[in-house]
């Protein structure tokens, strides 16, 4: 009760707060973007799903400012997603939400203002804040650049040049792609879903088809099956998967693959011995990037968690959400956050 009441009380501050300053701070709403912009900020400090719409961002940007450099701004966490893309010149890290409280410690904050510091001598033309909080607000502002563009459904709208109002149809892709009308009311973002990708490079491809081989599992031919990530909420058992498996009329005849962490490695082999008549086999990854070139080589992703599920999305590869919760949330929210081809 406690926890809601504190949340109300945010909830009723932020808009009274925002009004008030935006009276005080209306001069910045005259500010537009520059003429010749040579350097962009990204900022999205949200989990990896959330942050994979950055892929998209810097390919626009590119296409809009030719030789533009690309910096992003993310949680420590997701620094790997990028390996294997070269659209972005740096990839910045902070942590203000990962940890409990981190922001409200002095450790904390001294690391935040540091990274502030650093990322103020680069002195952009344009930060784009993408995920649209109040903190991110204050934390692009503090970086001194020309021109600061973001969403004003979260707070913070004052501190920036030109807001953007998200529309509730729209889905998590979507609305994070329309931050690209701060710069340009008529910048055209029609139909983005048919523009995902996930770079995924030629030599982490090659070694995961030969370790594909030593499987005798061929590309294209498999579903891949993702059953937890180390989270008791979202580990599904045998019955959850072949469930799962017989909703989408996977042959019996078609290889599976389980895959997870090196320390799941004893329970996926448990659980694929369990799925007959299916037959499964078990490939651990050790990051992001891996994940990746494991499902760009898969028919079909089957999933309990929603990080390799948006991986999938990206990949264009139909999906099975497992798990009563996120089977829920997708079913309930399909159009917001899971837009991507469902199996059922």
Known sequence: MGYRFVQLKWRLLIPFLDGLLALFFFWKKGIGPPENVTKILLIKLN??????????????????????????????????????????RHVMTMNPFEEPRYTETKVGLLACMKTVRRLRKEKYDVILDVRGDIRCSVIASLMGAKFVGGFNDGGGHWLQNRSITPSKSWDFITRDMNILRALDPDWDISDPMSHLFFPVSISRKEIIR???????????????????????????????????????SWPQQKPLLLIGLEHEREGLEVLASSLHPWVAKVIVFSNIPELAAIISESKMMVCSDSGPMHIAGFLKKPIKPIINELEHQTKQHKSIWCPYPLES
């Open 47 to 88: 989990n990896l799903g959330d942050t994979l719409p950055l892929f998209l961002l810097a390919r626009e940007c590119h296409r809009r400012y030719p030789g533009v450099k690309i910096d992003i701004l993310i949680r420590p966490s997701l620094k790997e997603l990028f390996e294997d893309y070269d659209g972005v």
């Open 210 to 248: 030969e370790r594909l081989d030593r499987l005798n599992m061929e590309s294209l031919s498999f579903a891949v099956i993702h059953t937890g990530s180390g989270r008791a909420e979202k580990e599904v058992d045998s019955d959850s998967v072949k469930n799962a498996l017989t909703d989408i």
